[in-house]
Structure formats: C-alpha cells, structure tokens
C-alpha cells in the first residue's frame, strides 16, 4: 500500500522491489560477513578467534542455502531464472551473480570439507548404520587421515580462505555496484554504493555470528570464551567505524556538492526516510551501538556484562543494518521521475513479499544450521590440535 506526496507519475504508484529485494542483499551480506570472520582466524592467524572460526563456516553455507530464496519468490516465474545462466548477457551484473553464486558455493563445500575432515574421520570410525554411510561420503570415500595429508588439507585450507576473501566480497559488492550504476534513482547513483554494501555486509555477519555463539553456549550451558568474545568484538568495532564512516560520506558528498538532483535527495530524507534514516538508522541504532562498542573494546568489563552488553549490540546493529538496506532498497523507489513528489510504502504482513513471508525466510538458515550441527560439531573440541 502506498500513498502519494506532491507530483507521482500514474506508474509509480507501486514499489515492485519491494521487502524481498531487501531480504535478498541483507542474506549475502550475512554470508559474506561470516566467511571474513572465519578467514581472520584461517588466513590471518587471529587465535583467539579459533572458537568461532568453524562456526563461522557453517553460519555462511547454511545462509547461503538460502540466499536466492527471496529473489526466487518475488519472481513471477522463478522457473526462468536460469535462463540468465543457460543464455546469459556478458554485460549483465545480474547474470554475473548466478556464477559468483555457484563458484562461492563450491568453495564454502570444499573448505568445509576440509575444515572438518579430521573431525569426519573421527565421527566414521565412531558411527554405524546409516550415519556411518553419511561421514564416508562426506569424507569422499577416504576415511583415514595421516600426517602428510593433514598437512596439505591445511595449506588448502589457507589458500580456499584466501581466495575466499574476494570471492566474498564480489558476492556481495555487486549487489551495490547494481544499485550505485542506476543513473535514473538519484539515491543510488553513486560510487560508494559497493563499499557501503560491503562494509555493513562484515558488520552484519561478525553481529550474527557473536549473537548466534552466546546464545548458543548459553543454550548448551557452557561459558563462551571471554578472549573470542572480546576479539570479536573488537573487530566488529572496527568495521563499524569504517561502516558508519562511509554511510555518512555518501549523504556528504551529496550535501556537500548540491548537484541539481540534492534537492530530490534531501526531500527524501527529511520527507518519508526522515524517521527510519535519521531517527533509527543513523540515531538509535548506530550511535548506541558505536558508543557501546567501545566501551566494551577499551574498558574491561567482566565476562557477563560483556556476554550481556555483545548480544545487545549484536541485536542493534543486525537491525541497524536491514534498515540500511530498506533506506536504500525502498527508499530510491518512492522518488518521482518527476522530482517533486515522494511515494511512502507500507508493509504489509501477509501476502507474498509480506513481513511473515520474510520471517519464514529467514528461519529457514536457522533451521538448517541446527540440522547442520547433528552431523558436524560446530566448535573445536579441547583435544584439536590447532592448525
């Protein structure tokens, strides 16, 4: 449902990339978030992150699972979609996702299979029946682990990391390099579009993963590792900084410039994104979390507040940053071609691209996850050597 503020064309009374279009980058961003913090432990020898370090694995496949849920829903016939694969355009950015996509995929697969193959080997030789056939396939037949191939599984695990890192950021950079080239929405033409992207991409996935761990070992009843938690975030921290920074550089040089199209801009913000952009976005749900932040990287907090003070600001910011991408998503889509008018969407909770469906979509990686974690141990076990 939408309603009309000054001068709105006949056909743009609707918002057709509508809260699946929002969903869709927000699920990327998640993957792409999670994997960078798995590699800071794998390419960048970070220690203290090793408890979260084949978590983070998991978290990313099981999302990415899901990723193209929400693209394949708002489709009329999302039976089509391959059609971009099987007779593709080389100039099409979208086209270019379906192989980023499936690239990414075999590698998360590959480096998960490396990751735990020690751990497969272990759980075969432990297991029967039907399970015992699943650990034999997923340790690709070869159930016996020895020195020499342990040693290389970890330089390919060091090399797949790696080569990881930009993979994830194509897989999720590009769904900002498609909203920044489109010249006619003023809103979202603009070069910084990518990095924002990709910034509140790390920022929601390292959020993710820290809630996901306490919750977690809370659920188990055990204590999450005061050292990993710290560490993480410390780098969620940071990456905020740089996050934060470069969403305020983009509405800054738009209002520093005044170009002819800031006029449409600044109606916009102060119009209908004046409460959901500088309100909630820019207000409560970044400055709190900023200011949280780093009083939790500098000070010393004790373990429980620390638990207590991480889960909140992980809440904050995985908010902060969906109403980034509805701001951006939503928010180009409600100018006029005209420049003087404004749409103003209204989500509605049933229906195809409604709130519930949404909900249902993201429970789904969640559901998966748990399934995930009765066949692979999500944390190192006291006796694992370190790789």
Known sequence: MTELIGYVFPNEHHVHW???????????????????????????????LRPVSKFSLVFAF?????????????????????????????TSAMAGFGYIYGSYGILLIMELLLVYR???????????????????????????????????????IKFLAAIGIPWACFLHGYVGFI???????????????PVVFLLSACVSGIAGIILLYILIMKYRGEEPDAACLKSCVKYLWGFFIL?????????????????????????????????????MQLGVFSLIPF??????????????LLQLSAAVVSVMILIQVILMRWN?????????????GYSAFHL????????????????????????????LPLWHSSSEAEA
């Open 118 to 156: 020690k751990t497969l080997v272990e759980l075969y030789q432990r297991s029967s029946g039907a399970l015992k056939k699943v650990y034999w396939l997923l340790t690709l037949g070869v159930p016996h682990v020895t020195p020499e191939s342990e040693e290389a599984d970890k330089k390919a």
């Open 328 to 340: 951006v998503v939503i928010g180009g889509q409600l100018i006029s071609k005209s420049g003087r």
């Open 179 to 193: 909203f920044g080239g489109v010249k006619a929405v003023h809103w979202w033409f603009t070069p910084l579009m």
């Open 291 to 304: 200011l949280l932040l780093a009083w939790m990287s500098l000070a010393d907090v004790k373990p429980r």
């Open 18 to 48: 509508s809260f699946m279009i929002v969903l869709y980058p927000y699920i990327t961003g998640l993957i792409a978030g999670a994997f960078i913090m798995s590699s800071l432990y794998h390419v960048f020898n970070v220690k203290a």
């Open 62 to 90: 099981a999302f990415w699972t899901c990723c193209t849920l929400p693209l394949l829903n708002h489709l009329g016939h999302p039976e089509r979609a391959l059609n971009m694969l099987i007779t593709p355009s080389p």
């Open 243 to 279: 996050d934060l920074t470069m969403e305020l550089l983009d509405v800054g040089i738009h209002a520093y410039l005044r170009v002819e199209h800031w006029h449409i801009v600044e109606g916009l913000l102060n119009g209908p994104l004046h409460t959901s952009f500088w309100i």
């Open 348 to 375: 509605e909770f049933l229906g195809k691209e409604g709130l519930l469906a949404g909900m249902i979509i993201m429970a789904l990686p969640l559901v998966i996850l748990y399934f995930l974690s009765k066949i």
